[in-house]
C-alpha cells in the first residue's frame, strides 16, 4: 500500500463516518468525531506531499477489538 491508497481508503471511512453520525447514539458521539479527526488530519498530511512520498510504501497494520456488547460471560 502506498500513500495514494492509504488516502483513497481514509477518505472511504470517513464519508462512512459522516454517514453514521445522524444513527450515532449521543453518548458515542465524542468517540467518533475524535476518530474523524485523527482522520482528518493524517489525509491533510498525505494532501501535503509531494509526488515521490506519495508512491512510497507505507507500512499499516489493523487492529481489531472485541466488542463488550457481543461478549457474554456464562
Do not use: G, W
Not at 453514521?20 to 493524517?42: G, Q
Request: aromatic share 8%.
Amino acid at each position: 500500500m502506498n500513500h495514494i491508497s492509504q488516502r483513497n481508503q481514509l477518505e472511504i471511512q470517513l464519508k462512512s463516518y459522516k454517514n453514521f453520525m445522524p444513527l450515532c447514539p449521543a453518548d458515542s458521539l465524542p468517540k467518533l468525531v475524535n476518530e474523524m479527526m485523527k482522520i482528518h488530519c493524517r489525509l491533510e498530511k498525505i494532501r501535503e506531499f509531494t509526488l515521490e512520498e506519495l508512491v512510497e510504501k507505507v507500512d499499516y497494520q489493523y487492529e481489531t477489538k472485541q466488542s463488550k456488547s457481543n461478549f457474554k460471560t456464562v
